[in-house]
């Protein structure tokens, strides 16, 4: 059973930072790409950012370059998105996903978690 959790979420004010974490089990990680997607209140589910399988590559949405990193490990199993000068418009749910591809699109990711609630007050 495979399974994703996501860790890291908090409430943290505009400027700050915080670090997700996203630990897989069930499947073999270094086979994955792994991306990360957000869903405000109100709003469609949308990319963030997405590391290949051996995090050699990465993509970023325009809206977090810059500011958002993502990165992982292998060995452990995770991967990680760490999000620097956060602004109140990154509030939402944090979602990690696994898939063949490194890739934009949620539709490629066959593996999702239950998410991380991120917070960010102005």
């Known amino acids: 059973q495979v399974q994703l959790v996501e860790s890291g979420g908090g409430l943290v004010q505009a400027g700050g930072s915080l670090r997700l974490s996203c630990a897989a089990s069930?499947?073999?990680?270094?086979?994955?790409?792994m991306g990360w997607f957000r869903q405000a209140p109100g709003k469609e589910r949308e990319f963030v950012a997405a590391?290949?399988?051996?995090?050699?590559?990465?993509l970023e949405a325009d809206s977090v370059k810059g500011r958002f990193t993502v990165s992982r490990d292998n060995a452990k199993n995770t991967v990680y998105l760490q999000m620097n000068n956060l602004k109140p418009e990154d509030t939402a749910v944090y979602y990690c996903?696994?898939?063949?591809?490194?890739?934009?699109?949620?539709?490629?990711?066959?593996?999702w978690g239950q998410g991380t609630q991120v917070t960010v007050s102005s």
């Open positions: 590391v290949s399988w051996d995090g050699s590559s990465t």
């Open positions: 069930g499947l073999t990680f270094s086979s994955y790409a």
């Open positions: 996903a696994a898939g063949r591809f490194t890739d934009y699109d949620m539709r490629t990711y066959a593996y």
